[in-house]
T-cell receptor, first 112, second 115 residues
Framework: NAGVTQTPKFQVLKTGQSMTLQCAQD?????MYWYRQDPGMGLRLIYY???????DKGEVPNGYNVSRLNKREFSLRLESAAPSQTSVYFC???????????FGDGTRLSIL | AQSVTQLDSHVSVSEGTPVLLRCNYS??????LFWYVQHPNKGLQLLLK??????LVKGINGFEAEFKKSETSFHLTKPSAHMSDAAEYFC?????????????FGAGTRLAVHP
């Protein structure tokens, strides 16, 4: 019962490099989400996908792009990494409206 | 607009004593409310949820929370703290009005448990 799987777990980038964070869920959930977590700020929504084939901006989308590859997979791309994007990134999924979200273990990303 | 305020950024208790983590919310709708726990270097795990059924909600690991509409509060309690409860706790309100499960997170409360 893997739930939500994120890869990689850790990554260090240089400013200007690009990278894609991967997320996959095996719970047949319709909705998937990407968050970033910064100290003292809780989690902030970057992008979400309410269902396969759709994506929408969340609270802090600038500097990111996403792809809902299929029902299972939702990737987050940094085209040109900046030090302000140093954070812990969490992927989550949920079934229907108002159902709890299930989270992966996160990707710790440092940008130098 | 919906919002969540966790009234304490840090709480410290002794093992075996009660735990109280405070949360107030603001919501224009009948809210769904959650508490999540995050252990170091791990993702968030659901402790419990309130979805307009019973106002006293029981969760995992002996935690419970009471929904008080008049006080717009959803405080998390546990009668007796265990060392393994040391973690960060997030109070969360769900805004399902947009057709998806948008979560609004509090800033978190870090719970320390001392022997």
């Amino acid at each position: 019962n893997a739930g939500v799987t994120q890869t990689p777990k850790f990554q260090v980038l240089k400013t200007g490099q690009s990278m894609t964070l991967q997320c996959a869920q095996d719970m047949n959930h319709n909705s998937m989400y990407w968050y970033r977590q910064d100290p003292g700020m809780g989690l902030r929504l970057i992008y979400y996908s309410a269902s396969e084939g759709t994506t929408d901006k969340g609270e802090v989308p600038n500097g990111y792009n996403v792809s809902r590859l299929n029902k299972r997979e939702f990737s987050l791309r940094l085209e040109s990494a900046a030090p302000s994007q140093t954070s812990v990134y969490f992927c989550a999924s949920s079934g229907t409206q108002n159902q709890p979200q299930h989270f992966g273990d996160g990707t710790r990303l440092s940008i130098l | 607009a919906q919002s969540v305020t966790q009234l304490d950024s840090h709480v410290s208790v002794s093992e075996g004593t009660p735990v109280l983590l405070r949360c107030n919310y603001s919501s224009s709708y009948s809210p769904s409310l959650f508490w999540y726990v995050q252990h170091p270097n791990k993702g968030l795990q659901l402790l419990l949820k309130y979805t307009s059924a019973a106002t006293l909600v029981k969760g995992i690991n002996g935690f419970e929370a009471e929904f008080k509409k008049s006080e717009t509060s959803f405080h998390l309690t546990k009668p007796s703290a265990h060392m393994s409860d040391a973690a960060e706790y997030f109070c969360v309100v769900s805004d399902g009005s947009g057709g998806y499960n948008k979560l609004i997170f509090g800033a978190g409360t870090r719970l320390a448990v001392h022997p």
